[in-house]
């Protein structure tokens, strides 16, 4: 596709419930991150891969959140048993080579609300 | 570690006045700096970035930063704002060797008419 692409775009779930967000990155882009983005925190990283080798997991705040991507393309984010404190917009990123200097693509955002 | 601090949370400003957008960073090691920007219902999107060179570093819409490596300072600026800048704008930065993009708090910039 032209860009970065998420969904759902807007997520509303009971505590304790699990969610999938997923990521398709712009072909061919080889690095793909997920941040959290909650009101009046900035961007939290969370996890970060990089063609075939093992992601970059330090960001994850809990064992509740995990990320895997497949086929080195489309990335699902899990979280298991939501808390209220998960709510916030989950971006995903992706970028051509991962070296850091070039230009990272962001979607649009997941909004998770967890009642 | 990286880190990024925006000390500014919001910044109103006249239209066609100018605006500096603060920003300050810690690292032990070389850095590439950037901006990116988020307009009201819209992803982020790269502004500029610093990458070695000049310092002085242009971006789109007119916006321009100044790397000050004694300051480690990394600040954005506009001469002359307009209504369609009101956006939220993050300062970022990654190490050398280090894929993690760490994000500033966000300065929201509002434009008055």
């Known amino acids: 596709g032209a860009g970065v692409s998420q969904s759902p775009s807007n997520k509303v779930t009971e505590k304790g419930k699990d969610v999938e967000l997923r990521c398709d990155p712009i072909s061919g882009h080889t690095a793909l991150y997920w941040y959290r983005q909650s009101l009046g925190q900035g961007l939290e990283f969370l996890i970060y891969f990089q063609g075939n080798s093992a992601p970059d997991k330090s960001g994850l705040p809990s064992d509740r959140f995990s990320a895997e991507r497949t086929g080195g393309s489309v990335s699902t984010l899990t979280i298991q048993r939501t808390q209220q404190e998960d709510s916030a917009v989950y971006l995903c990123?992706?970028?051509?080579?991962?070296?850091?200097?070039?230009?990272?693509?962001f979607g649009q955002g997941t909004r998770l609300t967890v009642v | 570690a990286q880190s990024v601090t925006q000390l500014d949370s919001q910044v109103p400003v006249f239209e066609e006045a100018p605006v500096e957008l603060r920003c300050n960073y810690s690292?032990?090691?070389?850095?590439?700096l950037f901006w990116y920007v988020q307009y009201p219902n819209q992803g982020l999107q790269l502004l500029l970035k610093?990458?070695?060179?000049?310092?002085l570093v242009k971006g789109i819409n007119g916006f321009e930063a100044e790397f000050n490596k004694s300051q480690t300072s990394f600040h954005l600026r506009k001469p002359s704002v307009h209504i369609s800048d009101t956006a939220e704008y993050f300062c970022a930065v990654i190490n050398f060797g280090n894929e993690k993009l760490t994000f500033g708090t966000g300065t929201r910039l509002t434009i008055i008419p």
């Open positions: 690292s032990s090691v070389s850095v590439y």
């Open positions: 990123a992706s970028s051509s080579t991962g070296t850091g200097n070039t230009e990272a693509f």
């Open positions: 610093y990458l070695s060179g000049s310092t």
